[in-house]
């Protein structure tokens, strides 16, 4: 799989810093959730998008989401709270279709003073994710 590191020399906590080095428009947030039977997923979504519960709640047909808190996301995707990989140990994954409008979209890197750009195929082929509008209108 193509992917090329991008380094900070400090911490990379939102979509703003991040914007400082690269392209705000190639950027897709990781975001984990928790679902209202306690069980983890990840959204991917453009860096300037707002994550629609309703929506999320609707595709996979549960009662409530809400955002994990930083220590769920450390146990669950196995990567600090603003460093998210989508390429983590989450299996159930939903995919905002606005996210493959780039070849290649930057993501988190693991930590949060790295990101990746990857190929946008790259998600689909290997991590197979739901894909579906799950994004604020």
Known sequence: ???RFIEFDEPVRTVEQAARKV?????????????????PLLAIVPAQSKVSHKKIKIALGVKDVRLASPE????HSAYPAGGVSPFNNISRL?????????????VGGGD???????RTE??????????????QA
Request: charged share 30%; hydrophobic share 45%.
């Open 23 to 39: 392209s705000v428009e190639k950027i897709a947030k990781s975001i984990v959730m928790m679902d209202s039977n306690g069980d």
């Open 94 to 106: 939903l995919l905002d279709p606005q996210v493959l409008k780039n070849e290649r979209v930057i």
């Open 72 to 75: 769920e996301v450390l146990k």
């Open 122 to 135: 790259d998600i689909v082929n290997i991590l197979k994710p739901r894909i579906g509008d799950i994004t």
């Open 112 to 118: 949060i003073d790295r990101l990746v750009e990857i």
């Open 1 to 3: 799989m193509w992917h």
